[in-house]
């Protein structure tokens, strides 16, 4: 079964850093680009980058450039999403999802979402 | 804010049809860049339900369909049912950003 599996809820302090993960699995990892998602509490979803585990070709949405680092590790097919100094702003579910790999593509498989909270 | 404007809300009886719309621009829809839909339950992760206007993945119901004219694309539910009852949002690409767009979202209310 082709899957994506995040890694578990998150709280952390303001300032912090954190990385969250996506695993695949049932899949030629490399052959599907990953897509970040946010859904910030009561609100819609907000692409935010997406990456190429084949080449690590990269685009971010100017909204989350400079603020987040999306990454892969081809060898253990598991795609990161990090942050150097979290604000209570990040507060939100992230979810990763396999993009077919074109710029329109559709995102067909979705992990079950990582739950950050950032709270003094 | 989105460029991909979806009206926030629609309602329907049971049995009855629906049609979600998504409008763009010549940057993004105009282009002829593909939509996509995607059911998002309470709880749950987003779903594909349509993907490149009018295709549907394996599992996904008939009565979900999709279409395009123009810069906007639209997502219709037949027969509607209880368990329908969800966020919907349309995708696509825009050039003028370079980026993946999600529509704002659409609160589907079976009464």
């Known amino acids: 079964e082709v899957q994506l599996v995040q890694s578990g809820e998150e709280v952390k302090k303001p300032g912090e850093s954190l990385r969250i993960s996506c695993k695949g699995f049932g899949y030629s990892f490399k052959n599907y680009w990953i897509t970040w998602v946010r859904q910030m509490p009561g609100k819609g979803l907000e692409w935010m980058a997406r990456i190429d585990p084949s080449d690590s070709d990269i685009n971010y949405s100017p909204s989350f450039q400079g603020h987040v680092t999306i990454s892969v590790d081809r060898s253990i097919s598991t795609a990161y999403l990090q942050w150097s100094s979290l604000k209570a702003s990040d507060t939100a579910i992230y979810y990763c999802a396999r993009h077919f790999p074109t710029v329109a593509g559709g995102l067909d498989v979705w992990g079950q979402g990582t739950t950050v909270t950032v709270s003094s | 804010q989105s460029v991909l404007t979806q009206p926030p809300s629609v309602s329907g009886a049971p049995g009855q049809r629906v049609t979600i719309s998504c409008t763009g621009s010549?940057?993004?829809?105009?282009?002829?860049?593909?939509v996509h839909w995607y059911q998002h339950l309470p709880g749950a992760a987003p779903k594909l339900l349509i993907y490149?206007?009018?295709n549907r993945p394996s599992g996904v119901p008939d009565r979900f369909s999709g279409s395009k004219s123009g810069t906007s694309a639209s997502l219709a539910i037949t027969v509607l049912q209880a368990e329908d009852e969800a966020d919907y949002y349309c995708q696509s690409y825009d050039s003028s950003l370079s980026g993946v767009l999600f529509g704002g979202g659409t609160k589907l209310t079976v009464l």
């Open positions: 490149d206007y009018n």
């Open positions: 010549s940057s993004n829809i105009g282009t002829g860049y593909d």
